[in-house]
T-cell receptor
Framework: GIQVEQSPPDLILQEGANSTLRCNFS?????LQWFHQNPWGQLINLFY???GTKQNGRLSATTVATERYSLLYISSSQTTDSGVYFC???????????FGKGTTLSVSS | KAGVTQTPRYLIKTRGQQVTLSCSPI?????VSWYQQTPGQGLQFLFE???????NKGNFPGRFSGRQFSNSRSEMNVSTLELGDSALYLC?????????????FGPGTRLTVL
């Protein structure tokens, strides 16, 4: 089945720094989503981005479907950005989201 | 519009018991999916229901089952609980209009099996 790899696995930043999280996937996809998992476990939708570029405040994302990768940019990071960021895709055959292992972001003040 | 709701939020069971978890999707969403999250295996797809029919199923044993009602609410059941079933169970509902649309998650049910 489709493989989703996220990098880096862990990221430690000072408040105010910028970061780029990467998601590589092994097959064509019809859906790609980025999530932030809060300390209580809920997955918060950041972007639905099967292709192209989107921005939402300090966050933006780009998916290059032909090259099978997506990037999540976090600018001017804040301590509240801490948590685990997941990339998930749905392949052409199914409706299930296939998740990467996540990037754990720690932002200190 | 209210989000996806899941009940109960926390549950403690003992080995061999069974458990039923409930999920109410966002109003107007007809597809409901279930996922299991464990530290070792990460987030894994359990099954998906659409219009009361199971449309897709992950690689889990038959002890894991689910159903969907006519109002799109869904339940999942785990029978003969094992220690390894301790996990966060997440439910997601999908925007209408196609199979590849955005999924929104509930807060999860944290199950502990003793």
């Amino acid at each position: 089945g489709i493989q989703v790899e996220q990098s880096p696995p862990d990221l430690i930043l000072q408040e105010g720094a910028n970061s780029t999280l990467r998601c590589n996937f092994s097959d064509s996809v019809n859906n790609l989503q980025w999530f932030h998992q809060n300390p209580w476990g809920q997955l918060i939708n950041l972007f639905y981005i099967p292709s192209g570029t989107k921005q939402n405040g300090r966050l933006s994302a780009t998916t290059v479907a032909t090259e099978r990768y997506s990037l999540l940019y976090i600018s001017s990071s804040q301590t509240t950005d801490s948590g685990v960021y997941f990339c998930a895709v749905v392949n052409q055959a199914g409706t299930a989201l296939i998740f990467g292992k996540g990037t754990t972001l720690s932002v200190s003040s | 519009k209210a989000g996806v709701t899941q009940t109960p939020r926390y549950l403690i069971k003992t080995r061999g018991q069974q458990v039923t978890l409930s999920c109410s999707p966002i109003s107007g969403h007809r597809s409901v999916s279930w996922y299991q999250q464990t530290p070792g295996q990460g987030l894994q797809f359990l099954f998906e229901y659409f219009s009361e029919t199971q449309r897709n199923k992950g690689n889990f044993p038959g002890r894991f089952s689910g159903r969907q009602f006519s109002n799109s609410r869904s339940e999942m059941n785990v029978s003969t609980l094992e220690l390894g079933d301790s996990a966060l169970y997440l439910c997601a509902s999908t925007t209408p209009g196609g199979a590849y649309n955005e999924q929104f998650f509930g807060p999860g049910t944290r199950l502990t099996v003793l």
